[in-house]
Structures are given as structure tokens and as C-alpha cells.
């Protein structure tokens, strides 16, 4: 096996270190978050870090590069306290790669890419037409990280949509069925197929 | 496309919300944390909650329930400041499963299982043999999420091991090349394959 210390690690350079450490956790999760600011200006972007945090209540995070270059999605959210997570499917990869672009705050990412916003509701942000699952966030709280500065916002599912074939008897959501993408490292992508569901697991009695 | 709003979710009897909101933030990371306490008694648990945050320092988090109940990986990484995070590939999804279970702190999930562990580079905590990707990390810091009392614990890789096949030239881990499994919801598995790479986007002239 190849073997990195942390030392060497530090002295890689830029590129092969984001590369490399991106691939470490294994894949990531694969959304587009919709925002607008209090005049309605509206802005979508990639989020490979959108993580489930809890069921009940049903809570998820998202974390944010640090804050000393403009991030608009970050600065919506502060501000209205809404924001949408929109499953990408493979129809739209290369749309929404494209919004990691740094556009300036008053260029929608709706009107230099094909993705269509639609609102629902009465919710005021924009969800991604088109995507298999579509969640409306409340801002709740937020945590800034000591060891490098990002910041770990909270957020609770106020209106959920999953396309009905998705969906099964038990509430699991087949996201292979919607064609939900996964992301692997910086710029990887996958369209993975559902291989198995496993029972709950019990101690083995010895 | 089927609905729900908050309070429809907040109603859902238990297994049908779990289902349903673990699978809202897509693909999660499929790994195994091996940990031993301070008398060298090991552990090893299936962790869907591994995320990247940050390349420079190499750090990645990692989100535990609330400690009313006991959490053996937890208290172990607590106590020794050391864990490790190893990929789970195809060929120990079942066994990798069955760590779920929730067996007491005396009985090692490396004897009632197939999974062996091995020692590396004077590091004291449990590696998972033959995984394609292997860190080594020591605890950095932890936080509280007020909104439900999980845990993010945040570390930093020490050492790491990768199957030489998985790593290209730019730094980029094939993670596909390792079979390495994502998880959907609490229970789906896949095995996703390497669809495309894109690259680095810039805003388009306009």
C-alpha cells in the first residue's frame, strides 16, 4: 500500500493534497442548494457536504468553507433563514458541476446554467426543478469549526418532495431509482445501483 | 411527487421516519472505525457519518448519537485519543453490517466477526485488514449540537494507507477501483462505479 504520514501529507502540493484528502472519507453525498436574499436575487451551488444529523427532529448539515471569500448560498441563508437541498440526477451533472463557478453575487446561477427553479408552498427559495428529492430548510444553528475555520450550519426539513417511484412501503427512499449521483473526491462522480438492504443486526449469542 | 411536510414527518411512526429522513442527504460513507481502550480492548463499528472537513489540515469528522446509551467507539477514542477510519469495500459488506449490533464493551467485534485487525507504524488503534483505504487519526475536538444532542468529533489524519491501484497520478482516490461501498438510507448498500471526472469550472463570459 502507498503510505502518507502527516508530514507528508502537508508538503504535498495544493492540488494533489485536495485530491487526495477529498477521496479519503469515501463518497460523499451529491446536492444542489437553492437560496435568494431578502430582494429575491437567487443563487444555486454544489454541495458535496450535506450530511444527515437526525431523524427526529429531522435535521441536516451542511459545511461551509471559511468565510473570507464571498459565499453567497452562506450569506442568503443568513439572511432569510431558507434555504432547499436538491438531489443532482444524472440528467443534470454537468449543470450543476458548472455552478462551482464563482459567479458574482448579482449572476443567478439559474440564468447561465439549464436548471430551472420552481416554487412551492409558499417557501421562499428556490428548489431545482426536476430533482428527484427536494427538501425546504429552516436555519436553526450554527457551529464554527477551531481547527480550519469552516462552519457546520444546521438546518430542519420544513417541506420534503420525492418523485412517488422512489419512495417504498417502509419509507426508505431508493435513491438509485431516481438516479442520484455521488460524488467521489473534488470532481468524481457515480451513479450508483441499489446492491442490497441488510436486516437489523442483533449480538450473535456465543 | 409525494409530500411531506413537517408535522406529516414529526407523525410517522419511528421506523418509517428513520427510513425516510436518513435517505434525504443521499449517498452516505461506509466506514469502519477501529478504537481500543487504555488495556488494549478493541472495537470495531460501521460508521455512515464520516465526512471530509478540510484538506489543509487533513480533518474529518465523524457524528455519534447522544451518549445516554453506550457508545464503546466513542468513550475508546475519548480515552486513548486515537482511532482509526477504514473503507468498506464489497467483499466485508455482511460482516462489516453485523458491527451494528449493539455487543457490550467486553466482546470485540474483531472476535465475532471475520474482520481481522492488524497494527501498523507503532499506532494504538486497530486497523481493518485488507480495507483499500486505511487513516490513522488522532481527536482534535468535539462539539454538542444543541438541536439534538449528537456529537461531531473532529480528527486529524496521523498516518495514511492506500492500495496502490486506487491512486492516480493527480492525487485522485478511484475509490471504485477498491469497490468501496456507499450507504443509502440506514440500510441500502451500493457499489458505485467511476462515471466521469469534470473539471475545474470558471464562470462563462457573458
Redesign the interface.
Known sequence: ??????NN??E?N??????????????????LIGTQDNLGKTNVAIFS?????????????V?FRPTSVPRNTYENIKETGLYT?N??HEGI??EA???????SKD?SEFD?TTLKKEYKNEFNAPFVKGSP???GLKF??E?E????G?I?L?G?????????EL??D???????KGK???I?????????????????????K?
Chains 1, 2 share one sequence.
Do not use: W
Open positions: 500500500m502507498k503510505y502518507f504520514s502527516k501529507i502537508d504535498l495544493h492540488l494533489y493534497k485536495i485530491n487526495l484528502v477529498n477521496s479519503c472519507s469515501g463518497y460523499k453525498s451529491a446536492n457536504s450535506v450530511i444527515h444529523m437526525g431523524s427526529n427532529p429531522p435535521i441536516f448539515g459545511l437541498i438531489h443532482i451533472i454537468l458541476h458548472h455552478t462551482s463557478a464563482k459567479y449572476q447561465v428529492l427536494q427538501m436553526i444553528e457551529y469549526i477551531k481547527a480550519n469552516t457546520l444546521v430542519e426539513i420544513q417541506h420534503l418532495y420525492i418523485n412517488n419512495l417504498l417502509d419509507g426508505f427512499v431508493d435513491l438509485s442520484t449521483v455521488a467521489n473526491g473534488l470532481d468524481g462522480y457515480v451513479i450508483p445501483t441499489l446492491k442490497m438492504r441488510l436486516d437489523y443486526q442483533r449480538p450473535k456465543i
